[in-house]
């Protein structure tokens, strides 16, 4: 079955740094545009990052220049490199797999920005 499982999660002060991944199976991992959403409390779910099959890459105004996404085929894995971190990036933190009409997602993990 699909299962994609996030990890990295947890506390880290303003101006830190963190690196998410997303280990996955159950499907063809190269073929399939992977991204990273974030939903803060009381919010809806937003896209923070998403990287093509071709590793094109796209992110959300709000972290262009902190957070890099990447993926690694071999290891059916996509990371999200977070730096400069701020507490409104506060929130959980999903991975998803896309294809045609095909979408996955993973059961967050969460990411407090706090000193």
């Known amino acids: 079955q699909v299962q994609l499982a996030e990890s990295g999660g947890g506390l880290v002060q303003p101006g830190g740094s963190l690196r998410l991944s997303c280990a996955t199976s159950g499907f063809i991992f190269s073929l399939y545009e992977m991204g990273w959403y974030r939903q803060a409390p009381g919010k809806q779910r937003d896209l923070v990052a998403q990287?093509?099959?071709?590793?094109?890459?796209n992110y959300a105004d709000s972290v262009k220049g902190r957070f890099t996404i990447s993926r690694d085929n071999a290891k059916n894995t996509v990371y999200l490199q977070m730096g400069s971190l701020k507490p409104e990036d506060t929130a959980v933190y999903y991975c998803?797999?896309?294809?045609?009409?095909?979408?996955?997602w993973g059961q967050g993990t969460q990411v407090t920005v706090s000193s």
């Open positions: 998803a797999a896309r294809r045609g009409s095909y979408h996955f």
């Open positions: 990287i093509t099959s071709g590793s094109s890459t």
